[in-house]
């Protein structure tokens, strides 16, 4: 269960409006001063949302490396360039993939391909099947040799079953799943290669191969892929080495899905966010990053965090990162700022400090990894993750990484909320005086800004 923690109302939310009080804005103020006639953020979820729909409806899956990707990444960084920010490109390499297509009695099969697994002549093979059960040794007979191996999952691990079918001269494998998923699953080899073609399937289309005679499998490998950050920048006037306050977000998806949420949501708020904070006076530096490759394993903002320089290091405050903050399920009623360790920190503080002045009783401090927060904390710098979820059983949707994660199961009125508490906790970060400098760990920096120009 998720420690609910409940806030007093100090401040007013009207229209999508956040006004912030008077008295929180001072001459003492060190980072933010802002006049009576300039007190509004105005955060507006139908922008949000009109990029949500172009990220998910009009692009679709954005995986890693693919064209959708790299269009996604001319979006936004012209709306960034829109804003009259600084844009910046920072391409990076990604480990190399394997995409194919899968067809059998004039019918396609969505399939995902094993990473390690071999992949097929560019014609593509063409052979009979053969039913292997669960891949044991004992399935197998010198009949398979030259047909392709059709498995369940059970009982042995992927790569034993595909070792097994290897061995008994099979050409390629299909593993199905053994339950109901709306995505073909993802055979895990766990490191290891094997030399015949391998794919995952779901549980209904390998049932129904069962009764096929044979399948038509193409599988090309796509080497020497990459994908890339996208940096804006608000720098101060005047001011030589600011600190560093980053917003951050990662823009790619998982195949088969939209992403509308996940995390379509997170980087269309940061983008309205930018749109809100552009003309914000301010000493401090801000810099709006969507990150790529995020679902490959926090690719993008590790490389990010990896080459910042010493001096860059050392000036870097705070990371706010958002991710599925759009969801429209019911059950997920509160807004989780989670933190590596699960203690609080700079974002938590500032966050909490926002929600008391904004009226937002349904925010959470807790533990979570696995978003783009977590090379900033491993770095030395304050950072938390943004994220719908069901206090009851800690959940954030039934659409996740799915089909489904489209925009009719994004809400204007979640997507309004946390913008308005996001973009109110920025407010308090940038604003203090002196925040007490985190003892950050030493780390070698690799190289230092290492962008170019997107075109």
């Known amino acids: 269960m998720k ?25 003492a103020a060190h980072a933010l001063q802002i006049s009576n006639s300039e007190r509004e953020l105005p955060f507006k979820a139908k922008h949000a949302y009109s990029t949500i729909s172009q990220l998910s409806e009009a692009i679709g899956p954005r995986i890693a490396g693919t064209a959708a990707e790299k269009k996604s990444a001319l979006l936004i960084a012209s709306s960034l360039r829109k804003l009259k920010l600084d844009v910046k490109v920072q391409r990076f390499g990604i480990p190399d993939r394997l995409e194919g297509t899968l067809s059998s009695a004039g019918r396609d099969i969505l399939l995902q391909a094993a990473s390690g697994s071999a992949s097929t002549e560019e014609q593509g093979l063409t052979a009979p099947l053969y039913n292997a059960g669960l891949g044991n040794q004992k399935d197998f007979t010198a009949d398979v040799k030259g047909k392709i191996a059709l498995i369940s999952r059970g009982d042995l691990t992927y790569y034993e079953k595909a070792k097994n ?31 015949i073609p391998v794919v995952g399937i779901k549980k209904e289309d390998g049932e129904a191969l069962t009764q096929q005679k044979e399948a038509t499998l193409k599988l090309k490998a796509f080497t020497n892929q990459t994908s890339q950050n996208i940096i804006g920048i608000k720098k101060p006037k005047n001011i030589k080495h600011p600190d560093i306050v980053y917003m951050t977000a990662h823009y790619d998806s998982v195949p088969f899905s939209p992403g509308a949420n996940d995390n379509g949501s997170g980087t269309s708020v940061m983008l309205e966010m930018a749109r809100v904070l552009k003309s914000v006076p301010s000493d401090k530096e801000i810099r709006f990053i969507a990150f790529g490759a995020e679902e490959l394993g926090l690719l993008g903002s590790s490389h990010y965090v990896d080459h910042l320089s010493e001096k860059e290091l050392k000036r870097s405050e705070v990371n706010f990162n958002l991710d599925m903050v759009g969801t429209s399920w019911e059950k997920a009623s509160e807004l989780y700022v989670n933190t590596l360790d699960g203690q609080s920190n700079y974002v938590w503080e500032s966050s909490h400090t926002a929600a008391e002045k904004i009226g937002f009783d349904s925010l959470s401090l807790t533990q979570g990894g696995s978003s783009d927060h977590v090379p900033f904390h491993e770095a030395g710098i304050d950072s938390a993750n943004f994220i719908w979820g069901d206090p009851e059983t800690e959940e954030v949707e039934p659409w996740y990484h799915t089909p489904e994660d489209s925009i009719e199961h994004i809400s204007k009125e979640r997507l309004q909320q946390a913008g308005d508490l996001v973009t109110a906790a920025v407010y308090e970060a940038v604003k203090k005086e002196k925040k007490p400098k985190t003892i950050k760990k030493q780390m070698k920096a690799k190289a230092s800004d290492i962008f170019e120009d997107i075109k």
């Not at 923690?5 to 229209?15: H, K």
């Not at 061995?167 to 290669?193: D, F, H, Q, R």
């Open 165 to 195: 079918a290897e061995a008994a001269g099979a050409k390629a494998v299909i593993i199905y799943n053994n339950k109901e998923s709306l995505v073909p699953m993802t055979p895990n080899l766990s490191g290891n290669k094997v030399g």
């Open 3 to 27: 420690k609910l923690l409940t806030v007093m109302t100090m401040a007013v939310l009207t229209a999508g409006t956040l006004l912030l009080p008077a008295q929180s804005v001072t001459p």
